[in-house]
Structures are given as C-alpha cells and as structure tokens.
C-alpha cells in the first residue's frame, strides 16, 4: 500500500484552489506503487494524480523529474504533464510533504505482458529515447557501479540470510562488472525503472510511461536491459520467454535501434540491471521492518535472472 500521508478534504480543497482545475469531487488513495503517497483526485473538471512525495525521494531532485517529464509530454510521449498552478508552479507542498498534481493517464499495467505488449513497450522506450536527445539536464545514476558498491558493502554477509551462498555470488558479480562494464557507450538521460508497472496500456497500445523516480543520466543502452529483464521473465525469474525478448528488441529497432557496439555488450549490461535490482531488494529485503506497510519484492527473483544471463 502507498498511502503514507493522509490529506485531509479541507486541506485538498484548498490546495486545489491554487490551480484552473474545477473543485473537489472525490480522492481515493492510490494502494499500489512503494515509494511515494498517491491519491485518484476528481474535480468537476478531470481526473488527476496527487502525489506526495516521501522520504525515498531526494527534494532536491523534484526540479529534474518534473521538467523531465514536462519535455517528454510536450513532444507527445505519453508522459503524464505536470499540473502548474495559477502562479506557474508545479512542485507544492501539502501536509508538509513535497507534492505535485500530474495528470491522469488511461490505462492499466500489466501482470503477464504478451509478445505484442513487449514490442509496444520496446518501441515506447524508443521513441522516449529519441524525444531525449535534446534534454540537457543532469542527474547521476546513483544506483551505478559505486552505489552496488556502497549497497553490496551495506549488505554483507547477512545477504546469506536470504540464501546461502548469495553474499558470495553478490561480491563475484560485482568483481566481473567492475572489470567489464562499458562504461565508453553512449550515455543519456534513461528512465531505469520501466518495469511492467510502470507502462500503462490499453489493449496493445502504450497510454502512459510513469514512475520516473529513478530517471538518471546513464548508459543509455542500460534501460533497454532493464526492460529486458522486467518484462521477458516470468515473476519469479525462473523463466525467460524468448519471444517476449524479442519483441522487445523489434519494438526498440522500430523508433531508436542499439548500435553494434551496444547490442555487442548487452549481456553485460543486463547482468549490471540484474544486479541493481538484485541489491535494491536484498537491502530492502534485510533492513525493512516485518510490520512496515510495504509488501517486500522477491530478491531471488532477480538471482534467477542473473543466472539467465550469466548462463548465456
Ligand atoms: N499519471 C498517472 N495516471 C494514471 N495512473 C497513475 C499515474 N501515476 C500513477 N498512477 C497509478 O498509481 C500507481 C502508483 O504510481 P507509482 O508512480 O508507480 O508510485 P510509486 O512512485 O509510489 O512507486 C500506478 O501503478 C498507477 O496505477
Ligand atoms: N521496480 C523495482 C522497485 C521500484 O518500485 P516502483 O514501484 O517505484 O517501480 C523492483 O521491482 O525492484
């Protein structure tokens, strides 16, 4: 569930008096997502997102992914825009929090993406890439080589209490993508979280790319890992669907393509997403408290990824 804050309707009806959007209807809290507070708002105009942003969440941050996402949208990605009020702010604060109004993107995310859903998604990403070249901010990929680093060493040898034997297989991966990470290719601003719950469809169509919370400036190529082993396994990792990764790849060849030397590199690059998200959840896993209102993700799930590709 992710409904940390809780907004009262007075303090709602007064936030929403800032802006040209009509007056309150209704506002539901949003359960699915973990990071940040979010709320379903209908005014007598639309249908919005709330959200309020939690402590995962650098403030100093917000500037970035608010004209990140306001760039996207206005090149007709369907990004949802940030809503600005009458004084042209977008980034507010209620109940103390950072907050934003976004707007409301139709759509619903996918348990099971089909072959179909993969290279809508592929090409999606694609096209996000190519709208991306002439964004000129900046933004360090904190969970990169140093930040596996920092989270392998937070970890420790209490990885094991997950499963025997992962605090070694951890500082071995670790070891080979230190040596091997190709770090020469072209970099770019990535999303580096577009997990199937983070791309809203309507039947095979993308409605809405979300969730750029971990947008970053990185190997571009990257992101295309991280779609890789989001969407072609099964939940658990234990199976990779052929097909779905290649319409992935299909999809991505339709609006942007890899070169040569980044298509020559993504097994690595696809061992470094599985790793990321491999110790995001083991440090997750290790330090969240078992009454805490967040469900914990599978860290073996992305094991059993990994294996795929150290396998290949
Ligand atoms: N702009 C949007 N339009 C429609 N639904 C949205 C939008 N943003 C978020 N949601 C819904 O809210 C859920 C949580 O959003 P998300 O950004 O993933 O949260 P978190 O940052 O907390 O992980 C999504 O799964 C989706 O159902
Ligand atoms: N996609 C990551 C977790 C990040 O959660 P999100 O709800 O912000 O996408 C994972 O699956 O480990």
Redesign the pocket.
């Known amino acids: 569930m992710?409904v940390y804050t809780q907004v009262p309707a007075e303090a709602l009806d007064s936030f929403l008096s800032r802006y040209d959007v009509g007056t309150l209807v209704s506002a539901k809290g949003?359960a699915?997502?973990?990071?940040?507070?979010?709320f379903?708002v209908e005014t007598t105009q639309a249908?919005f997102?709330l959200?309020l942003y939690?402590k995962r969440?650098s403030e100093a941050d917000l500037p970035y992914f608010l004209a990140l996402k306001t760039h996207l949208a206005d090149r007709g990605l369907p990004v949802?825009r940030p809503i600005v009020d009458r004084e042209g702010r977008a980034l507010q604060t209620l109940q103390g929090r950072p907050a934003c109004l976004?707007?409301?993107?139709?759509?619903?995310?996918l348990g099971e993406p089909t072959p179909a859903h993969c290279r809508a998604a592929g090409e999606a990403m694609g096209q996000m890439h190519a709208a991306l070249r002439d964004f000129d901010q900046v933004r360090e990929n904190a969970l990169n080589l140093a930040g596996w680093q920092r989270l392998a060493e937070a970890c420790g040898a209490r990885a094991d209490e997950i499963a025997p034997g992962l605090a070694a297989t951890i500082a071995e991966e670790l070891a080979f993508l230190e040596t091997n990470w190709p770090l020469d290719l072209p970099h770019s601003t990535i999303h580096a979280d577009l997990f199937p719950?983070?791309v809203?469809v309507r039947g095979t169509k993308v409605t809405?790319l979300?969730?750029f919370?971990f947008a970053c400036t990185d190997i571009r190529a990257y992101d295309l890992a991280v779609l890789h082993t989001s969407w072609a396994f099964s939940g658990d990792g234990a199976t990779h669907f052929a097909d779905r990764a290649a319409a992935l790849d299909a999809g991505y060849a339709a609006s942007h393509g890899l070169s040569a030397d980044e298509a020559a590199a993504f097994n690595i690059l696809a061992r470094g997403a599985c790793l990321r998200f491999l110790l995001t959840r083991t440090y997750d896993w290790l330090n969240t408290p078992a009454d805490a209102l967040v469900t914990r993700k599978d860290p073996l799930a992305y094991l059993r990824r990994l294996a795929h590709y150290r396998a290949a």
Do not use: H, K, M, Q
């Open positions: 992710a949003i699915e997502g973990v990071e940040n507070s979010n379903l249908r997102i959200t939690e969440v949802p976004i707007e409301f993107l139709p759509g619903v995310s719950d983070n809203l809405g979300i969730d919370y």
